[in-house]
């Protein structure tokens, strides 16, 4: 695959776009003490270190081994994704770097996360940027998909007293699953969308003729990366593969349910309410999902099953700490020393 389009021709940040970031992150940063400040406000911190201590470790083990396969499940996802791009075969471990890496980087930076595996797929594997950027929104989307399906089918079974606490999960999850369904629709057809645009006179006589052709080839390599949508072969897989995704994310709670001995308070639909208003909690673009993901999971725990608020906190705590920061950052930095290794072997040989 040509790199026409490699990551030196991506657009370059602006002091004053950089300046906005900053503030956006530390604004983020703040938001994020917040909601920790009111998630742990009134409770006995060594009682819930107390319920942390008692944690069965092999659960613990096991969900490390179910958050790992999680992300060894979206690598190969998005493979397919990227498949009509390449003209060669995708390397699972380049899609797993990226993915990790992305990962943690989020832990630090809210969405900083897919800058860094944007690139890290175009340098391993000489893809054009544009057409990547449709891939990881057409991941974006798909996620959102999966959550609005489970938002909607636990709206139904929601107790009244849940919904009186949070009124705006309902009007939540209709905007979602409006924007989930405009957006899949329209994102195939962006491409063609963009050409007309660029073929308008006022455009062709306002820009330069070298701009417009730079813009119609990006448009192009963009409508390249959403044909794994239109594909009859890849959809089914690129399906099954999400829902694999999902189902170890709720496998994550639930086995950290089976580590803190709630099964018999947290029953299996019960879980799948509190996974899913856990979920929405990373929508929040909070530094690792701090605060939002405590706040949402906790008060889940507390509405639906009864859980007292230390041991729900303890759990939110336990949870997080595993699924968004040893789970990821850990194998990201293994993955990170590995590709430096075999960079300097290169060099040497």
Request: include cysteine.
């Amino acid at each position: 695959m040509s790199d026409d389009n490699s990551p030196a021709d991506m657009p370059k940040a602006k002091p004053e776009s950089k300046f906005k970031n900053i503030v956006k992150q530390l604004i983020m940063a703040v938001f994020a003490i917040g909601l920790l400040y009111l998630s742990f406000r009134g409770c006995d911190l060594p009682t819930i270190w107390a319920y942390t201590v008692k944690t069965n470790p092999i659960f613990l083990i096991l969900l490390c081994v179910s958050g790992l396969a999680s992300h060894v499940a979206r690598s190969m996802r998005w493979i397919l994704l990227l498949k009509p791009l390449s003209d060669h075969k995708i390397s699972l471990w380049n899609s797993f770097v990226a993915v990790i890496t992305g990962y943690a980087v989020n832990v630090a930076i809210p969405r900083g996360g897919e800058v860094v595996r944007l690139l890290s797929i175009t340098r391993s594997e000489n893809l054009p940027w544009a057409g990547v950027l449709s891939t990881m929104l057409i991941d974006r989307l798909l996620d959102i998909a999966l959550l609005v399906f489970l938002l909607g089918s636990t709206l139904l079974v929601l107790p009244k007293s849940l919904l009186g606490d949070m009124p705006w999960l309902v009007p939540g999850g209709v905007a979602m699953t409006v924007a989930t369904i405009i957006g899949m629709f329209v994102l195939p057809h962006v491409a063609k969308i963009m050409r007309w645009f660029l073929q308008l006179s006022l455009i062709q006589t306002k820009l330069p003729a070298s701009l417009v052709k730079k813009l119609e080839d990006l448009s192009d390599q963009f409508g390249v990366g959403t044909k794994s949508l239109t594909d009859p072969v890849a959809y089914p897989a690129i399906a099954l593969l999400s829902v694999t995704i999902w189902f170890f994310y709720w496998l994550n709670l639930y086995l950290t349910v089976l580590a803190f001995n709630l099964q018999d308070k947290v029953t299996l639909a019960n879980s799948l309410i509190v996974f899913t208003i856990s979920s929405v909690g990373v929508l929040v673009p909070t530094p690792g999902s701090v605060g939002s993901y405590h706040f949402l999971t906790s008060q889940a725990l507390v509405l639906t099953s009864g859980v007292n608020k230390e041991q729900a906190l303890a759990f939110a705590s336990v949870l997080h700490l595993f699924c968004f920061i040893l789970v990821t950052c850990i194998p990201a930095f293994i993955c990170v020393m590995i590709q430096s290794s075999k960079k300097t072997n290169k060099v040497t040989s």
